[in-house]
């Protein structure tokens, strides 16, 4: 008997620039987008672990600037954040919805972004069950990633003695920011971890089955969030600015306020660091860096690294 779901994907659509464009989508995602089509997604009940769900927003002239990047990078780098928030709770991503807001000058473009966010999704292992077309004035795209874990990690169980640990090297997003705004074109890696940030899925999971108590992605910068674990769990987070493993070129201090890095933020109890490094080691390149320790939190700053940070607001 024909799965109903699959049927779904090659059922007729109306005429109109609207399915015009849900067809071309179709078409550049192929089968992660196999089960589109109907007003809503149908998902499988879980039988065991928790669901874990965020949406991200990826919004022209907030999150980018068209000269900074192509079409495709726009596609990578909106799916790369709402994926990386699965990545700071240890969870699998299962699946995604997308929602663009379209304007006219976009349209030829959408195919491209769209390759970009396929591109993302495949590499997660999770496929696209839905979304939603909009026309508006500013173009955006909303994502809503959708994912499950047995071990989910929260923000908010950092222990005293915990080692604190960061994934990757940091400051690239914040150095080709200040490159673009100076009129200048920023190093090839910097441009690299701004315009085609990797979440850390996998490694978000070694983290949490390798006894991660607290966790959160680099969004904010390292210094900003590092004071949301440490005001979350109720700790002081202490770095060592010589610690902070900074891109080529780049100093720890601006490796501390650099945000948009979509790496992760972690506190480790001691006992379990060797572990979870021979597992690493066998499972990613992604660089594993000590960076500083929990201490008990004795005034009102939750971490004693200085930078303000990245705000999304300014």
Do not use: K
Not at 26 to 40: C, E, K, V
């Amino acid at each position: 008997m024909p799965d109903p779901h699959r049927l779904r994907a090659h059922q007729a659509m109306g005429h109109g620039r609207e399915f015009d464009t849900i067809r071309m989508l179709r078409q550049r995602w192929g089968d992660l987008a196999a089960d589109i089509g109907d007003d809503a997604a149908v998902l499988p009940v879980l039988s065991a672990g928790q669901r874990v769900v965020s949406t991200d927003a990826c919004v022209e002239d907030v999150h980018f600037r068209r000269a900074w990047v192509t079409p495709y990078e726009v596609g990578v780098r909106a799916a790369g954040a709402a994926l990386s928030d699965l990545a700071a709770m240890g969870a699998h991503a299962e699946f995604v919805l997308v929602a663009f807001v379209v304007p006219a000058s976009w349209e030829p473009d959408l195919g491209e972004v769209a390759d970009g966010i396929g591109a993302q999704v495949r590499r997660a292992g999770a496929r696209i069950v839905g979304g939603n077309l909009s026309r508006g004035a500013a173009f955006g795209i909303t994502l809503t990633v959708i994912g499950h874990t047995t071990h989910p990690v929260a923000r908010r169980g950092a222990q005293v003695g915990d080692l604190v640990v960061v994934t990757g090297r940091l400051g690239g997003p914040g150095n080709a920011l200040g490159a673009w705004t100076a009129g200048r074109e920023p190093s090839a890696w910097a441009r690299a971890r701004f315009a085609s940030p990797g979440p850390r899925v996998p490694e978000g999971r070694l983290l949490a089955e390798g006894g991660a108590t607290a966790m959160l992605d680099i969004s904010d910068g390292l210094a900003a969030d590092a004071r949301h674990l440490g005001a979350a769990s109720g700790v002081r987070v202490a770095i060592d600015p010589a610690l902070v493993p900074a891109g080529p070129g780049i100093s720890p201090h601006d490796a501390l306020g650099s945000g948009e890095e979509y790496e992760l933020l972690a506190t480790v109890p001691p006992e379990r660091l060797e572990a979870l490094r021979a597992r690493w080691r066998a499972a990613t390149e992604v660089p594993l860096t000590v960076i500083g320790q929990v201490e008990r939190l004795e005034g009102s700053a939750a971490t004693t690294a200085e930078p303000v940070g990245h705000d999304h607001f300014r």
